[in-house]
């Protein structure tokens, strides 16, 4: 795999237009013996800019590979149709994005906040950033946040906020149980799909297998 590097928008589109980015993909191939116009498939994680047909990353494979087929990440597509997940559950995850981002949004309130884990002798001493496009970090933020609700509750019951009483409610909670459960199952699927020597036959087995759980 190709090293990750992190650039700024405007300098991977620089790139882009001078066709290093290309020269580095071409000296992977080259390297590995992999002859690129026997590529037939290219999937990208970049926004669409950089990723275009017509000037972008595609475009410049295609120079070299006319067959290749282009698709996006599927954790993008995933996030958007999460957000068809229903007004009850979209509703406690804006709850939980609130309330992650105002213990963690300032300094003060997350050493009052690691204060009170400390007090109730409490395993994590602080929250997790929630991610919309992230899986992974999805999960785990809900898992987090599920494992330390009564310190939560005690610190928004101190601050005054109207979430407080959200993390004594049963029916509330019930909800919030079954996003982390659902959440830690999808996150297990995607990292199943992203395994070495993992080809388009197997993840499509996978998400037939997956789709067919979700029916059960």
Not at 140 to 159: G, T, Y
Not at 190 to 206: E, G, L, T
Request: hydrophobic share 45%.
């Amino acid at each position: 795999m190709l090293e990750k590097t992190c650039y700024s928008v405007n300098l991977l589109n620089a790139i882009l237009q001078q066709g290093k980015f290309l020269k580095l993909i071409d000296n992977f191939f080259d390297e590995n013996s992999i002859l690129l116009e026997n590529c037939v498939g290219l999937c990208t994680d970049a926004t669409p800019s950089m990723a275009e047909k017509n000037a972008g990353l595609q475009a410049l494979v295609r120079k070299m590979a006319s067959r290749t087929v282009w698709t996006h990440c599927m954790n993008h597509r995933q996030s958007l149709v999460s957000r068809n997940m229903g007004e009850d559950l979209l509703g406690v995850v804006e709850v939980i994005t609130r309330v992650v981002n105002f213990i963690k949004n300032s300094p003060l309130r997350g050493r009052l906040f690691e204060k009170v884990c400390n007090d109730m002798d409490s395993e994590y001493r602080s929250l997790l950033y929630y991610c919309e496009a992230r899986w992974i970090s999805r999960a785990k933020a809900l898992q987090r946040v599920f494992e330390q609700k009564e310190e939560i509750a005690i610190f928004l019951s101190d601050n005054d906020r109207d979430e407080a009483y959200l993390f004594y409610d049963t029916k509330f909670l019930v909800k919030l149980v079954y996003l982390v459960d659902i959440f830690q199952r999808l996150s297990i699927f995607n990292k199943s799909m992203q395994k070495v020597q993992i080809h388009a036959s197997m993840q499509k087995d996978k998400i037939a297998a997956f789709m067919n759980k979700l029916e059960l």
